[in-house]
């Protein structure tokens, strides 16, 4: 009956992680991308503004 008990939570345990892994890469990757995207907008909007403002 322990041994039993002992692999259901290691099996849970185990779940429990790879979900977890598999948000963090999630979250992660989805802040980086906008980030990213974030940075290329920003430096376009500041090189159309600053080659606007010269004469």
Excluded: E, H, N
């Amino acid at each position: 009956m322990d041994d039993t008990l002992d692999r259901w939570i290691q099996r849970v345990t185990l779940a429990a992680l790879l979900a977890l892994t598999a948000t963090l890469l999630t979250v992660g990757m989805s802040l980086y991308a906008s980030d990213s995207k974030a940075g290329t907008s920003t430096a376009s909007t500041t090189t159309a503004t600053s080659s606007a403002t010269q004469p």
